[in-house]
């Protein structure tokens, strides 16, 4: 889960999005729009018997707002929770498993803020199974050609790797970068992403305030994203200043095609 | 206001409750679903622009809670935030003014906690403006009548204040009881109150978790309001584990019968 503001737990139920699936929490800064649900969803899970870790990464300071609020409401967590406090103002390793590399993308904000780049890992290629029987390659190879060897057959011919995998599947990769002003520093951290999230706060007839309050424009996050060539964007956080969202996207377009509107519940798959 | 769970802002929008009117907040215990919303509250209250007081009356621990959520958020609050914190385990006068009077209700719960008691002050009787003139009273008196003296009118005769006046209006009073264990202690406090809120997490067949949770039963609310001689009873903070909030009204009506169930949005008028 990425940020945690009041109300998020509401917005899980509605959309039926498994509270026990949530084991890492990325908060980005620690304002209230972005925080404030953190408390009570933790709390939360303690009343629904949680038992594995939670981890949250985000902002020093976060274990202190977390920690405070559990010792005045007495509360005790009966699973761990773990924190993570980012303090560095340059790209670093938040988390990483066998799947996915997490890493900080640092943004300029109001408040000390990190987006969060998540890069799939490659995975092995496929076994084409037929084929491989075919070519008569014992078993006990088959993990060496997943990892993209060639391998002697059983009447010993060197059976090319290629033959007999298939590509491994592509791995994605997602930014999410808010709140923030217009920053083309972060354009080398996110060259190329399949799918990137940035902060639209303003249009760009209020560009004055989005300088002034270190956010950004539509017209903005779209230039970011065409000058890291991304596959597509996603626009969000939009000021509750403008009635009608649309003119994000037309905004937006000018500059840069493939861009969406995020709204409450909608999924992005690609 | 009289405690403030996560989410509290929307179900005041969705009310149509103007956020300006809050000039007092009255936290009874610092856990999560009496509390974890105040922060966002007293943030939007910045965003709108508030200017005027904002007093919030809670336990002690209520200012570090807020006030550490604001440094860490790095908020700047433009308007005054007054704390006044409890932490008595007698009946105190929390506020007072020209029109009413709140008292804390010790109660019996996991952590430090309080209910309130609201009674309205008396107020002037009411000029019968008509009689008044009648009976030749000079304007110069009437101020004098409403306080509830006998005058002399033009021509020296005495006249009697219920001649020339009506009966102040009915004062009337509140009882807000969350959380707590059964109490009869606090009957002295509530003795006659027009009107109780009292807990009722559970029913009687539960009464085991009541006891261990301190929690009250709807069968215990009940003996309260009988025990009080109140005027109405309203149940709330149900449990999510029973599906049919009807059985607590049912359970409580054994006791005492002006029972009703509170339900969001819903008014009381006596």
Same mark, same amino acid.
């Given at each position: 889960?990425i940020?945690c503001?009041e109300?998020?737990q509401?917005?899980l139920r509605?959309?039926k999005?498994?509270?026990?699936k949530?084991?890492h929490?990325f ?10 649900g953190l408390?009570g969803?933790i ?10 870790d ?7 300071g976060?274990?202190e707002l977390?920690?405070?609020q ?5 509360s005790r967590?009966d699973y761990?929770?773990i924190?993570n406090e ?6 670093q390793?938040?988390f990483?498993?066998?799947n996915?590399?997490?890493?900080s993308?640092?943004?300029?904000h109001?408040?000390?803020?990190? +987006?969060f780049l998540?890069s799939?890992?490659? @995975?092995e290629r =496929?076994?084409? %199974?037929?084929? &491989?029987r075919? *070519?008569?390659?014992d078993?006990a190879?088959?993990?060496?050609l ?8 059983e009447?010993?011919q060197l059976?090319k790797?290629e033959?007999?995998?298939f ?7 997602y930014?999410y970068?808010?709140d ?5 520093a972060i354009v ?11 902060e639209?706060?303003?249009l760009?007839?209020?560009e +004055?305030l ?5 956010? @950004?424009?539509a =017209?903005?996050a %779209?230039?970011? &994203?065409?000058? *890291?060539n991304?596959?597509q964007?996603?626009?969000g956080?939009?000021s ?9 996207l ?11 509107l995020?709204e409450?519940?909608k999924?992005?798959?690609?």
């Amino acid at each position: 889960m990425i940020d945690c503001g009041e109300g998020t737990q509401v917005q899980l139920r509605k959309f039926k999005i498994s509270f026990s699936k949530i084991k890492h929490i990325f908060i980005s800064h620690l304002h209230g729009d972005h925080v404030f649900g953190l408390i009570g969803l933790i709390s939360t899970f303690r009343l629904l018997g949680r038992t594995s870790d939670l981890h949250v990464h985000g902002p020093k300071g976060i274990k202190e707002l977390i920690e405070v609020q559990l010792k005045l409401s007495q509360s005790r967590i009966d699973y761990q929770l773990i924190f993570n406090e980012l303090t560095g103002d340059k790209t670093q390793v938040v988390f990483e498993d066998n799947n996915v590399i997490v890493s900080s993308i640092p943004l300029n904000h109001r408040i000390y803020t990190n +987006g969060f780049l998540f890069s799939e890992k490659p @995975s092995e290629r =496929r076994l084409n %199974a037929p084929a &491989a029987r075919d *070519a008569q390659i014992d078993k006990a190879y088959f993990s060496k050609l997943k990892q993209g060897f060639d391998v002697m057959n059983e009447t010993g011919q060197l059976i090319k790797n290629e033959e007999v995998t298939f590509d491994a599947p592509k791995t994605k990769s997602y930014a999410y970068c808010s709140d923030t002003a217009f920053s083309p520093a972060i354009v080398p951290l996110i060259q190329g992403v399949d799918c990137l999230y940035h902060e639209s706060t303003f249009l760009n007839v209020d560009e +004055g305030l989005a300088i002034k309050t270190l956010h @950004s424009t539509a =017209r903005q996050a %779209a230039e970011i &994203a065409k000058l *890291a060539n991304v596959s597509q964007l996603i626009l969000g956080h939009f000021s509750s200043r403008y009635e009608v969202e649309d003119h994000f996207l037309l905004e937006a377009n000018e500059v840069f095609e493939k861009t969406f509107l995020a709204e409450n519940g909608k999924e992005f798959v690609w």
